[in-house]
């Protein structure tokens, strides 16, 4: 009589366990899922506002940005991502100015690590959540921002 009083202690036990581990499994089950349908809904899908997918300069409607070509997003990049040419010009009071020729970003190689936009003092680049990608040639991902 013992033994079966122990056999069923043990099996609701074990039952009640079961079925405490099963709680997150079940209420899942039974959740609204919100899994996205790509590439279906390529028309509506809205990535998240801090995604990553790929650096851009922005430029105001006359074409001009905010980089000074200072190279901080250069020399900050962990994998030679960013390359920057410049230039020298004389300003009209005779002093010298760096200037931007051309800034080069390999999406291909790029870590998404954001030092670069982090350590701009000019807030000149940013990340957009853009994530459709793909290439056929690698070299199609090296892009000139400015
Ligand atoms: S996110 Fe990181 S790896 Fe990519 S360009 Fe910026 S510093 Fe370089
Ligand atoms: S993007 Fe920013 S950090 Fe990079 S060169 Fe221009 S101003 Fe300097």
Do not use: W
């Not at 089950?29 to 506002?49: G, H, I």
């Not at 870590?111 to 957009?128: D, G, S």
């Amino acid at each position: 009589m013992r033994s079966t009083k122990t056999y069923f202690s043990t099996f609701f036990s074990g039952l009640l366990s079961l079925l405490k581990g099963m709680r997150v499994t079940i209420r899942e089950f039974f959740t609204k899922k919100t899994t996205e349908q790509y590439p279906e809904n390529r028309a509506t899908l809205k990535m998240f506002d801090r995604f990553r997918g790929e650096l851009v300069m922005p430029h105001d409607e006359n074409g001009n940005n905010k980089c000074i070509a200072c190279g901080l997003c250069q020399a900050n990049c962990p994998n030679g991502t960013i390359r920057i040419t410049t230039d020298t010009i004389t300003t009209e009071d005779g002093k010298k100015k760096k200037v931007l020729v051309k800034y080069e970003y390999d999406l291909g190689s790029c870590i998404f690590c954001q030092l670069c936009v982090k350590n701009c003092p000019r807030n000149a680049i940013e990340f957009r959540p853009t994530f459709e990608h793909a290439v056929f040639t690698r070299s199609k991902l090296i892009k000139q921002l400015n």
